[in-house]
């Protein structure tokens, strides 16, 4: 199973700053990787998928880079309704689909 | 635009198996190539995928559930189903179904239902 750890669990941020989250994977997934936003009381969307395309309808302030092990969400402007707990999950080696213990971006 | 719902009972005892269906609408389950998933939530915690089934009844389940998982698939009724036995506390958890998209073996979850609670207690 290919284990997938997110960093940090918390990430304290001003209204307008930059955001970096990481996730690294136990062994190489590619590109396989995916990230989703989850607010309270809401089910996950999809933001990112092979590791850097954005899904349809996010806003181009949130881009995903990286390949193999490590891999990154960046926010580059953190709005308002971007304060959420984020999660990546790949999908190159599987069963199972495996996620991260999430990152959640609150308010500084 | 797709939707899938969850129901099913809120609500399951211990030892009794619990079942949840996902009606799929603004598409037909087997008109693609996708897969379609359940992936539940414990309270605090993150996503666990429990398992997949392709149109044509292929199933993928997490070894970690394997022994207690069941998912089918409808395409009539464009719904699936899971079903998981001898419940007990711990799968208590929010579920929620999806659509895996994707190809060549690579698939992320592209659209979500809102999620059912199903919580196990006599």
């Known amino acids: 199973e290919i284990v997938m750890t997110q960093s940090p669990a918390t990430l304290s941020v001003s209204l307008g700053e930059r955001a970096t989250l990481s996730c690294r994977a136990s062994?190489?997934?590619?590109?396989?990787l995916a990230w989703y936003q989850q607010k309270p009381g809401q089910a996950p969307r999809l933001l990112i998928y092979?590791?850097?395309t954005r899904a349809t309808g996010v806003p181009a302030r949130f881009s995903g880079s990286g390949s193999g092990t490590e891999f990154t969400l960046t926010i580059s402007s953190l709005q308002s309704e971007d304060f959420a707990v984020y999660y990546c999950q790949q999908y190159n080696n599987w069963p199972p689909l495996t996620f991260g213990g999430g990152t959640k971006v609150e308010i500084k | 635009q797709l939707q899938l719902q969850e129901s099913g009972p809120g609500l399951v005892k211990p030892s009794e198996t619990l079942s949840l269906t996902c009606s799929v609408s603004g598409g037909s389950i087997s008109s693609s190539s996708d897969f379609w998933a359940w992936i539940r939530q414990r309270p605090g915690k993150g996503q666990e995928w429990i398992g997949s089934?392709?149109?044509?009844?292929?199933?993928y389940y997490n070894p970690s559930l394997k022994t207690r998982v069941s998912i089918s698939v409808d395409t009539s009724k464009d719904h699936f189903s899971l079903k998981l036995s001898s419940a007990t506390a711990a799968d208590t958890a929010i579920y929620y179904c999806?659509?895996?998209?994707?190809?060549?073996?690579?698939?992320?979850?592209?659209?979500w239902g809102q999620g059912i609670l199903v919580t196990v207690s006599s």
């Open positions: 092979d590791a850097s």
């Open positions: 089934i392709y149109f044509s009844g292929s199933t």
């Open positions: 062994q190489s997934v590619s590109s396989n």
């Open positions: 999806a659509r895996q998209s994707g190809d060549y073996g690579a698939y992320y979850f592209d659209y």
